[in-house]
């Protein structure tokens, strides 16, 4: 496992593209291939499943070491994540040394952490010191990160993909489309990523293609270009999904390459009226078949969340795939057609579907509509209009542009509706994690009730730049007025506004509202707190949407 | 929480005061007389009357603070009389010239420790245990994820680092006062014989090093290195505000580093911007500051400075004893340099 951490250790430490590229070449190229697998799933976050509890290793440390709970968690505060503080805390310990134990990362990842999970009790308790003593400088952070699930490199899929390619010879498409739908590491698994062209290696039915992603809208670069070389589609709020039907087999892939056949069974009998050889590109929703738009975020994540839905909440949140792009037809691949092509094909097939199916009419399947634009000035009044289908914004689609791999700037824009806006008071801080240990960086901020009182509204984690953290950390610190464990509460002075996609109605939240990726927009030093918003302002853009640029512009 | 009014140490807007004395330790505004633990500019402020601190200590003090101070110079464990207390001046081990100052009045003796650390460093005096009745102490690493390990070691590393690439400029940022002599100091004790580059403001605080005789390997400012020389494989010692400067123009593809009791923790690592963290401090680990706690004898304890609540705490419901934070009034008092120092 020396090599493996020593390969982290260089990624976390190595500046550019470039040195972090040859580290994972050297490193994927040099080890025993079952170690290659191990490493190659591991960094693309493949496996990470969690084979004991942060809080049985807190455990564990905390009875060895009878620390206090409350020092550890302050620990934790400090540090932001439980296997590192248990590493750090390991001196505490007073283990008896042991002789060295290397291992190579394939036996840790199949044999002896599965081992350890199986274990209970003190005979669990007394492995895992026996193991934090013998293991070497380093390896028992990572160590804790494996048995815990929680490892995660700050290394982007598609630097992987490259070091592999460089070490296979193969192209990053053809590896990251042999990546989609799931590995399994092993020897084997390893030889087929990397097997020849030629030599013919059969992909299984279930596997998708690598999602293309759209890039925020760079308008200047559009209004360069002529609009008639667009299509412009609604940007729908719902997931991105695949939808594949070949050999009598369905295959429903959410963008995270999650198998989500199991929660929506009612598109099963859609799906059923596809022609064999079939990937739609879409968007899940949820859309009852009468209505005009979809139902909203809020319904599709009840239906995310549950395996095997009841018949309650099918009726309820009916599920509906709409589709935008038709990547396999025929079992033939037709990304590398242009986008015209490929939308006169989807809409020949859906054409083509057997009455018999219940798909269009009982509104189960969708085709995303094409909207017409005959001048870039038309463009925002086009995108205003988003909020009242339904719609988070527009998606802007080169027509003559294959259908890429990831995200190929200048091919796919994403215009997306201007957040709403309110402006709100900081309460609560919370220190981050990870790169954020330490830092007072999750904020909870308050609107106004009615009776002089903030009530809390949203929590946010994002928008202040590096500095503006480190001011604002500093305030926090000097304007706490009380504790509550790792949460500060801070003098309510400082006002932010806030942005964010939409509200819902909420009966778990205070406010009685529940607010949808809320992020800071800018911090107002010219406001007081007693300018900040209020719960009925919130409550009129729930009742209004088309009320937010009005308000935000107060 | 607050010292009690009548107490031999009392606790003044201008910071920690000793009527007896009539004198104030490490005051954050000016006063009349100043005790001064040591020269960080969150412990030796400007624009007091008349300061006291170590003969060691002067010359950086006077370079920071005015050469026209009107400064009182003792030797360590030398016992001075002032109004009606006894005051004496004790190694601390932070810094050059640092010392922890025990304060003596009637039959109470207090200790304010100062920034202080218990392990060995080859550029100032080692730490000295000192008893008293009431301990202040501070906390800045004051949890149990702090454990140091030898500074020798992490010399070893850091030559290690600076060793493996020949073809770029090493930057090291340290800070300017203590943490940058004693590495050159250590690298000297490793054997390091070829001349360090130094940024200005580490340049500026050699002469007191040098002027008491700490071993270092030979440095030169930076400035002072012709323009058409390359910097391949050269060692620079710069404060950390010096990291993403105009001042880094000059440096090819250098590897960077950061050397501060805060990189033990990845997170900071990362937040941070530099390519290697090493951890070493100047300040007492977890473990260093039970022991002085313990060796102090004090009966009660007061802690300033970085978790001085959790420290408090640990050592009230766990070793017994009457501890108390000092905490928020010196929190903010934390200079950038202060923190950088650590």
Request: glycine letters at 10%.
């Amino acid at each position: 496992m020396q090599a493996f951490a020593d390969l982290i250790q260089q990624l976390e430490r190595a500046a550019g593209t470039r040195g972090r590229v040859a580290a994972l070449a050297d490193h994927l190229g040099a080890v025993e291939p079952a170690d290659a697998a191990w490493a190659l799933a591991l960094l693309l976050g493949k496996r990470r499943r969690r084979l004991i509890t942060g809080r049985r290793l807190r455990q564990i440390c905390l009875e060895r070491s009878g620390l206090p709970e409350w020092l550890f968690d302050s620990c934790h505060a400090q540090v932001g994540d439980s296997a590192e503080t248990i590493a750090l805390l390991l001196p505490q310990l007073a283990l008896p040394p042991a002789t060295p134990l290397e291992l190579p990362l394939a036996e840790w990842m199949d044999s002896r952490l599965p081992a350890l999970a199986a274990l209970e009790g003190e005979a669990q308790a007394q492995a895992v010191l026996t193991i934090w003593a013998a293991l070497p400088d380093g390896q028992c952070f990572l160590f804790n990160k494996l048995l815990t699930g929680g490892f995660r490199v700050g290394v982007a899929a598609g630097l992987v993909i490259r070091a592999l390619a460089q070490v296979s010879g193969l192209e990053e498409a053809e590896l990251a489309h042999r990546l989609m739908g799931g590995f399994e590491p092993s020897p084997e698994a390893m030889e087929a990523l990397l097997a020849p062209l030629a030599a013919g290696v059969a992909a299984p039915i279930s596997r998708p293609y690598p999602f293309c992603l759209a890039s925020p809208l760079e308008t200047e670069r559009l209004e360069a270009t002529d609009p008639a070389g667009w299509q412009v589609e609604w940007k729908w709020d719902g997931i991105r999904a695949q939808l594949i039907r070949r050999n009598g087999q369905t295959f429903l892939w959410s963008r995270g390459e999650e198998l989500i056949n199991a929660s929506f069974p009612d598109l099963d009998g859609m799906a059923e009226g596809l022609p064999q050889g079939t990937v739609l590109d879409g968007e899940l929703t949820v859309w009852p078949a009468e209505a005009s738009q979809p139902a909203g975020f809020g319904p599709l994540q009840r239906r995310l969340g549950r395996q095997k839905p009841g018949a309650a909440l099918l009726r309820e949140c009916p599920a509906a795939f709409v589709a935008y792009d038709l990547l396999e037809r025929g079992g033939q691949d037709l990304r590398p057609a242009p986008l015209f092509q490929r939308r006169a094909a989807l809409e020949d097939l859906l054409r083509g579907l057997p009455e018999a199916v219940p798909t269009p009419a009982a509104g189960l399947l969708r085709l995303s509509p094409v909207l017409p634009l005959g001048s870039w000035e038309e463009l925002e009044t086009l995108r205003q209009q988003a909020r009242f289908v339904g719609a988070e914004g527009l998606m802007l689609k080169a027509l003559d542009s294959s259908y890429g791999v990831g995200r190929r700037r200048g091919l796919w824009w994403k215009h997306k509706l201007e957040p709403m806006e309110l402006d709100a008071v900081l309460l609560y801080a919370q220190a981050g994690s990870g790169r954020r240990a330490n830092l007072y960086t999750d904020y909870t901020f308050g609107l106004w009730d009615g009776e002089g009182r903030l009530v809390t509204f949203a929590k946010a984690y994002s928008g202040l730049d590096d500095s503006e953290i480190t001011e604002l950390d500093r305030w926090i610190r000097r304007h706490t007025t009380e504790r509550f464990g790792p949460v500060r509460a801070v003098e309510p002075l400082q006002v932010f506004t806030l942005g964010f996609e939409g509200l819902q109605r909420s009966s778990r939240h205070r406010s009685g509202l529940a607010v949808r990726f809320p992020r800071i927009l800018r911090w107002r030093r010219d406001r007081t707190p007693e300018s900040a918003d209020s719960l009925s302002s919130a409550q009129a853009l729930l009742e209004d949407p088309a009320a937010a640029p009005r308000l935000a512009s107060q | 929480m607050v010292l009690p009014g009548d107490g031999l140490i009392q606790l003044t807007p201008e910071g920690l005061y000793c009527p007896a004395a009539d004198a104030w330790i490490d005051p954050w505004r000016p006063v009349s007389r100043a005790l001064i633990t040591h020269g960080h500019a969150d412990h030796a402020r400007p624009g007091c009357g008349e300061y006291w601190a170590v003969a060691t200590g002067e010359g950086v003090l006077r370079q920071r603070l005015g050469a026209s101070i009107a400064l009182t110079a003792v030797g360590y464990g030398e016992e001075r009389s002032l109004g009606g207390a006894r005051v004496s001046f004790h190694s601390a081990g932070h810094v050059l010239g640092s010392a922890q100052i025990r304060i003596t009045a009637g039959d109470e003796t207090w200790l304010i420790s100062g920034d202080y650390k218990r392990d060995a460093d080859p550029s100032c005096a080692p730490f000295e245990a000192v008893a008293a009745d009431v301990l202040i102490t501070e906390a800045t690493f004051g949890l149990p994820i702090y454990r140091w390990r030898p500074g020798r070691q992490v010399a070893a590393e850091i030559l290690a680092w600076w060793r493996q690439a020949p073809q770029r400029p090493s930057l090291l940022f340290a800070y300017a006062f203590g943490k940058a002599q004693r590495l050159l100091a250590e690298l000297a004790a490793l054997g390091v014989e070829e001349e360090v580059l130094l940024h200005g403001a580490v340049q500026a605080l050699m002469a007191p090093y040098t002027s008491v005789g700490v071993v270092l390997p030979p440095t030169r400012p930076l400035s002072e290195l012709p323009r058409s020389e390359s910097l391949a494989g050269r060692l620079v010692i710069a404060p950390p505000s010096a990291h993403r400067s105009p001042w880094m123009k000059r440096f090819v593809t250098p590897q960077t580093a950061f050397v501060s009791g805060w990189m033990a923790v990845r997170g900071a690592r990362r937040r941070r911007g530099f390519e290697r963290g090493f951890a070493l401090s100047d300040h007492a680990d977890w473990d260093g500051l039970l022991r002085t706690v313990v060796d102090s004898g004090a009966r009660q304890v007061y802690v300033t400075h970085g978790n001085s609540d959790g420290l408090a705490r640990f050592l009230r419901e766990e070793q017994g004893l009457a501890a108390e934070p000092l905490g928020r009034a010196f929190e903010g008092q934390r200079s950038d340099e202060g923190e950088a120092a650590s």
